[in-house]
């Protein structure tokens, strides 16, 4: 059982990580949505983590229960630099949380669009394409084994970073 609220986070993202990862078959096109979804799952999950982590020193970061990340990363990039142990690891957190595949994959989450406007490519619900045509995240063509392999590898070292950033968050916290 987690013990923090980062340690349930990080669990649930290591969780859809796995399952991403055994949900890529290359041979099955239908699979790909399904491990691009756990992807931006554990990226969304792990970067959760963070905010909560980060509160035990004192960056505190709200979020809403959606999948859009913008504003979690942009409170980390508007938080206060002061002179002490915590901006090494603001600086750390805002570095990994630039890296424009976190943006890529949150766009990807299913989202209701507005009145009159097309629905997005997403991993969960029939979005509409350039040309207007209906397309399933399941159909092929719609994702790549390519696009899936590159997100579930990505996701996996943003998970494996934050841990080291969550690490370091508690040493400096325990060193307080």
Known sequence: MPSTPADGWLTQSASDHWAAKRLLDPDDSQSFCHAVAKSQQS????VKAIVFASR???ITINFSYSHNLDA??????????KKHKRTDVLNRICGLL????????SALAPERPP???HWKRNTEY?????????VAPADEGAFSFEE???FER????????????????????AGA
Request: aromatic share 8%; with cysteine.
């Open 43 to 46: 990226v969304e999950k792990t």
């Open 56 to 58: 035990q020193i004192g």
């Open 72 to 81: 979690v990363i942009q409170g980390f990039n508007r938080a206060p630099r």
């Open 98 to 105: 630039g890296d424009p595949q976190i943006r890529v994959l």
């Open 115 to 117: 009145p009159g406007s």
């Open 126 to 134: 029939p979005f509409q394409d350039d040309a207007s045509k209906w």
């Open 148 to 150: 899936a392999k590159r």
């Open 154 to 173: 990505f996701s996996e070292r943003l998970f494996l970073d934050a841990c080291k950033i969550i690490s370091a968050i508690r040493r400096s916290k």
